[in-house]
């Protein structure tokens, strides 16, 4: 089975700190996304990654930044935390073998900043 | 612009009961479509995927789900609805490059006893 695990469920921040989200997948998989999820607007794309290295930026990239060194792990970051972004982060992969767009998702990070 | 709504942001059944959530789409051809299912707490797993072929899909947890291409539409059904599927239930569609998705804005679930 696939898994995506994130370094951490619960997450307390405050703001002006610089935050790193991680997030590490087993399946050799090529895509890597970061969501951010809000009640009421379902998943909003942050970054996606499609090899290492390489990067594009999605519906909301604002205040965040992301990095892919290895093809295993995207690393979501937050340069300067404000209370805006108290939010649950999700992360997902995906493969380009496959043509069904399925990914696969981490259990989440719940960011407070306070 | 591609979007994907589902229209009920919240809905109550009663155990036992029947349950279709709603989904529809606005692509410029069918894209690939999924549901996903997030419980409490926890990440998202998926339901079931559409892609081609036979218009009505079966998925895990005993849900199924049907396309149907005149009305744009990709809504979940389930015959009998537990306890346990309380939850929050997202439908997905993605067409294009990498591999990437649009979410509806989710439907709450809440089952009573």
């Known amino acids: 089975d696939v898994k995506v695990t994130q370094s951490s469920r619960y997450l307390v921040k405050r703001t002006g700190e610089k935050v790193f989200l991680e997030c590490v997948q087993d399946?050799?998989?090529?895509?890597m996304f970061w969501y951010r999820q809000d009640p009421g607007l379902g998943l909003r794309l942050i970054y996606f990654s499609y090899d290492v290295k390489m990067k594009e930026k999605g519906d909301i990239p604002e205040g965040y930044s992301v990095s892919r060194e290895k093809k295993e792990r995207f690393s979501l970051i937050l340069e300067s935390a404000s209370t805006n972004q108290t939010s649950m982060y999700l992360c997902?992969?995906?493969?380009?073998?496959?043509?069904?767009?399925?990914?696969?998702f981490g259990p989440g990070t719940r960011l407070t900043v306070t | 612009a591609q979007s994907v709504t589902q229209p009920d942001i919240h809905i109550t059944v009663s155990e036992g009961a029947s349950l279709e959530l709603r989904c529809n789409y606005s692509?410029?051809?069918?894209?690939?479509l999924f549901w996903y299912v997030q419980s409490p707490g926890q990440g998202l797993q998926l339901l079931l995927k559409y892609f081609s072929g036979d218009t009505l899909v079966q998925g895990i947890k005993g849900f199924e789900a049907e396309f149907k291409r005149s009305q744009s539409s990709f809504n979940l059904r389930k015959p009998s609805v537990h306890w346990s599927d309380a939850a929050e239930y997202f439908c997905?569609?993605?067409?294009?490059?990498?591999?990437?998705?649009?979410f509806g804005a989710g439907t709450r679930l809440a089952v009573h006893p």
């Open positions: 997905a569609a993605g067409s294009g490059g990498y591999n990437k998705l649009i």
């Open positions: 399946m050799d998989h090529e895509n």
């Open positions: 997902a992969s995906s493969s380009t073998q496959t043509l069904y767009y399925e990914q696969y």
């Open positions: 692509y410029g051809a069918t894209p690939y």
